[in-house]
């Protein structure tokens, strides 16, 4: 089985992500309906509507893309949580709005360029300690996304490519890639700004650096290289952690992420990174001008650059809450990815998507993506 492996925070929900790109607008066209139900191609799920004939492909537009990424998890040495039960297995998904440019009958489209509206990775069960499926502590966690983030990350980044046709008849098979993503800093993830673990004054004991909103030169590579994509004032972007017990749960323990040394949930604060897809490759066949499915390959990564946490009303250090994330491995081969047009060409769905409003694009896109499975 082809994989990737990177690191992954255990608490990531949902995230949603965009990007401003050129003022085109979706191109004219009848407002088609997707149908229920029936096969959608090689995609399968809901059948698209397309009324293109043509024995020669037409993929210039507007689309949606919806795909599902599997899975590995592992823990890491050293971490104050374990993930338990070990070697966890799920799915995680993202939507993106996608232009491509393409003349009808050509082999090559010329351009591909892509703005993610929505990531959620799967949430994982982990412990304090070695793992043991039966205890009753364990942490169901999740991040909650302050305003300041959802309405901020649509200018962050936009991923761009090209991708050749195998053959120009529908059933021809599109390989695309690579793109790169970036949110928190405008590098790849081999300049991207870390917090360095080992660094005097930045270990495991040292709970007081990285807690506020300046951005700690001692213990970051590069403060420089962050950027204030949320604009919220603090360095990279701001995620709020919440994990419950199942007792927490039961008691309506409230979750405190922005003051955190007030007594709540078992795990509470704010965690600030960055965040890279790089890179993200899409191979699959072209049923239609009105939509491509097939495998993607993707590797993610995460890098904590300062947190205010709590574990059990106490403060946990960055590297503490570093060391505790677990390895996992992106399964390419059980990752599957759908392209669906959305501009109304060839009789396809219109959801009246705008190259130059990619927020409102993708606001469509997130309701109506029960359509793109």
């Not at 922005?258 to 072209?286: D, H, Y």
């Not at 590297?319 to 009789?347: C, E, M, W």
Request: hydrophobic content about 35%; some cysteine; charged content about 15%.
């Amino acid at each position: 089985m082809n994989h990737r492996s990177a690191l992954f925070i255990p608490i990531f929900a949902a995230l949603v992500l965009g990007a401003c790109g050129s003022s085109d607008d979706a191109p004219a066209g009848a407002a088609g309906q997707a149908g229920s139900g029936g096969s959608g191609g090689s995609g399968g799920g809901t059948t698209i509507a397309c009324s293109d004939d043509s024995d020669q492909l037409d993929l210039g537009g507007l689309y949606a893309l919806s795909a599902r990424l599997s899975f590995t998890f592992a823990s890491q040495p050293g971490g104050a949580v374990t993930v338990c039960p070990k070697d966890q297995t799920s799915e995680g998904t993202f939507l993106s709005f996608v232009k491509l440019e393409h003349q009808p009958g050509q082999s090559e489209v010329t351009a591909i360029s892509a703005v993610v509206c929505t990531l959620e990775l799967p949430i994982i069960s982990a412990i304090v300690g070695e793992c043991d499926p039966d205890a009753p502590n364990m942490v169901y966690a999740g991040l909650e996304f302050p305003k300041a983030l959802l309405d901020g990350v649509p200018t962050a980044s936009m991923g761009q490519t090209t991708a050749t046709l195998s053959s120009t008849a529908p059933g021809g098979i599109l390989s695309a890639g690579p793109m790169d993503f970036s949110i928190g800093t405008n590098e790849l993830t081999a300049n991207a700004p870390t917090w360095l673990m080992e660094k005097t004054g930045c270990g495991v004991n040292d709970n007081a650096p990285g807690r506020s909103s300046q951005c700690d030169d001692n213990c970051v590579s590069d403060c420089s290289k962050l950027a204030d994509d949320d604009a919220d004032g603090w360095p990279g972007v701001t995620v709020h952690v919440c994990g419950l017990t199942a007792e927490d749960k039961q008691q309506n323990v409230a979750c405190n992420p922005e003051e955190p040394n007030v007594a709540g949930a078992t795990i509470q604060g704010r965690a600030l990174m960055n965040l890279l897809v790089e890179p993200l490759k899409l191979t699959g066949s072209a049923a239609s001008s009105c939509e491509v499915a097939g495998t993607l390959d993707a590797a993610i990564a995460y890098n904590v650059i300062g947190a205010d946490l709590y574990l059990a009303n106490a403060q946990i250090s960055v590297t503490s809450a570093i060391k505790s994330l677990p390895q996992y491995t992106v399964n390419t081969t059980d990752s599957r990815f759908r392209l669906v047009r959305i501009d109304g060409k060839h009789g396809s769905p219109n959801w009246n998507p705008s190259w130059g409003e990619p927020l409102a694009s993708c606001k469509q896109i997130i309701a109506n993506q029960n359509q793109l499975n």
